[in-house]
């Protein structure tokens, strides 16, 4: 079974400040993906960023990048200069190989970017 | 980009009413399918795999005849929630792959339902 951990329930940071979003995962699989999703409070579900079990490098996206280090299984969310817009929940996801793509999800981490 | 329409958005219903959640995808076609539920505070827990030709996958808890899922089309998914209560007021939200091959396509989802059964 797939498992996400994610032990901040809530974060804040300053306005154009970074900040670092805590995931870990626990998976016998060896080609499982991980993403990162922002739920603000409207409710929809974006897309952030992800990182595939055999990618070589961290994944970037603009603000965002993955801190993934395989050994520790952690997928940490790094979001730079952070915006008012960036307040909302945070979810980290598990997507294993052969599962019909179903996605385990982590608690979330709320976030709070203040001025 | 890839686009999954949810409907509708906000249901305010009486106990005992059965309520249908349309998913759709706009411009992919998706043989799977995935109804999520979140209630306030807490995390997107899967309730059942929606599969194109073929019966639901639930999870585990999940009532089968209390959460119908119907995959009519290559692009169509109905969660009916059947003689609704207080209890299943929640956020339901569905989403899709847009590729059923390896792990790495993100799943695009739905804007979600927010359902308050009075």
């Known amino acids: 079974a797939q498992k996400i951990t994610q032990t901040q329930p809530g974060m804040f940071v300053q306005e154009k400040e970074a900040v670092t979003l805590d995931c870990t995962y626990d998976t016998s699989d060896p080609s499982y993906g991980l993403f990162w999703y922002k739920q603000p409070s409207s409710g929809e579900m974006i897309f952030l960023i992800y990182?595939?079990?055999?990618?070589?490098q961290n994944a970037t996206e603009g603000r965002y990048s993955l801190n993934f280090q395989k050994a520790r299984k952690s997928a940490n969310l790094v979001i730079s200069a952070s915006q008012l817009g960036d307040s909302a929940m945070y979810f980290c996801a598990m997507r294993v190989a052969g599962t019909a793509s179903k996605l385990t999800f982590g608690t979330g981490t709320r976030l709070q970017v203040t001025l | 980009g890839a686009v999954v329409s949810q409907h509708p958005s906000r249901v305010i219903c009486k106990s005992g009413t059965s309520v249908k959640i349309e998913c759709r995808s706009l411009d992919f076609q998706a043989t799977t399918m995935f109804w999520y539920r979140q209630f306030p505070k807490q995390s997107l827990m899967l309730m059942a795999t929606s599969n194109e030709g073929s019966k639901a996958t639930y999870e585990q808890g999940v009532e089968k005849d209390k959460f119908l899922i119907n995959h009519a089309s290559l692009t169509l998914s109905t969660l009916t929630v059947t003689s609704a209560h207080p209890e299943d007021s929640s956020f339901y939200i569905c989403?899709?792959?847009?590729?059923?091959?390896?792990?790495?396509?993100?799943?695009?989802f739905g804007d979600g339902t927010r359902l308050s059964i009075l």
């Open positions: 989403s899709a792959p847009t590729s059923n091959g390896g792990p790495n396509q993100p799943q695009h």
């Open positions: 990182q595939g079990s055999y990618d070589q």
